[in-house]
């Protein structure tokens, strides 16, 4: 087990990287500590896949050094790294039985025979294998092969961290979850440095205790399910998570104010100095901006009203711009037009797309 440092890591496909553009991932500095449960977040194409690659040793990196504890592991083989990594995909024997299977990693690792079935066994039984053990691997649904997988990730009990790339991808979805809370489990009882890559919000949020967000090569935020909600760092996290996502309003600097059509946020919180005419973003989720009829507020278009269970979320239009907003309860919009109203307690401020100050007043 150890605590892995990612120290200006920087990757290219390309043989002759020139400008930014050319870099898969860009510039990441990180530390991931020991026996964490984390999810590493981000649209697809964004450089997950990559990262856990150079992490397990697949990949090279063009720049920077990977840690292990005090130890630079950078030109270290997949095989002396000590990690295990599950797949997108199954990763299985179909010439094997399953028993034969999860046994694998054990293999030529001197670990005695009845440790080694032992071992199996539990896993086994976490994942809910045993009744299939001495079944062909081959006979088996997509599932199974991709729980066998897990499951070879998850046997050997001395791994430095085990990796999870997007790992539920082949399972039905009503299993989804039920092995999302088992890893849950396994990582609680493991204590062993979990990183669950996915571009699934929900399933980052309920696995990790710490959440990395990536955007575009390079990490933008790392926190807690609660923090990344409650105060996204950048404009594309407090868009990316939440659903729908935070608002995002562009507005202009006038004095210590800011103005979003008639409606005036105090700049007091700003910790740095914003001039005048500077072009800023404040940011708001849904359930802070109310929907009314047409009146005081800024005017909108309404695109729909969706019920989403306990509220109604409005689709609105603001100079071309999509928009989503909250409907009270006992309130309802006759037609097209309509007006929005934002709490300025809970605007966020953002400028080159960073945040600036959190709850303006
Ligand atoms: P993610 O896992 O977040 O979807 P990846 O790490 O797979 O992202 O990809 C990051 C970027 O690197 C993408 O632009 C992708 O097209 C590119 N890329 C990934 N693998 C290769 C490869 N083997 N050769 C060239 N480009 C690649
Ligand atoms: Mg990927």
Sequence with gaps: MARITLDHLAHAYKANPRNAEDYAL???????????????????????????????????PTRGRVLFDELDVTDLSTESRNIAQVFQFPVVYDTMTVRENLAFPLKNRNVPRDRTAR????IASLLDLTRVLDRK??????????????????????????????PLTVIDPHLKWQLRSTLKEIHRALDITMIYVTHDQTEALTFADKVVVMHDGAVVQTGTPEELFERPAHTFVGHFIGSPGMN?????????????????????????????????????????????????????????????????????????????????DGISIEG?????????????????????AGEAN
């Design 248 to 328: 995002i309003l562009p507005c202009r600097v006038e004095g210590s104010t800011a103005f979003v059509g008639n409606t005036m946020i105090s700049l007091r919180r700003v910790y740095r100095t914003l001039s005048d005419g500077e072009h800023i973003e404040l940011g708001i989720r849904p359930e802070f901006v109310r929907l009314q009829p047409k009146g005081a507020g800024l005017p909108v278009q309404v695109r729909r009203i969706d019920d989403i269970g306990r509220a109604r979320i409005a689709r609105v239009e603001m100079n071309g711009r999509s928009l989503a907003a909250s409907v009270p």
């Design 137 to 166: 691997a081959s006979n088996l649904t997509a599932d199974m092969k991709q729980k066998i997988s897990l499951g070879r990730g998850l046997v050997r009990p001395d791994v430095a961290a085990i990796l999870f790339d997007e």
């Design 26 to 60: 860009k510039e990441i500095n990180h530390v991931w500590s020991q026996g964490g449960a984390y999810a590493l977040l981000g649209p697809s194409g964004c450089g997950k896949t990559t990262l856990l690659n150079i992490i397990s040793g697949l990949v090279r």
């Design 119 to 122: 071992r199996v066994e539990e």
């Design 336 to 356: 097209r037009e309509a007006s929005l109203v934002l709490d300025p307690k809970h605007v966020h401020i953002y400028a080159n797309g960073h945040l600036v």
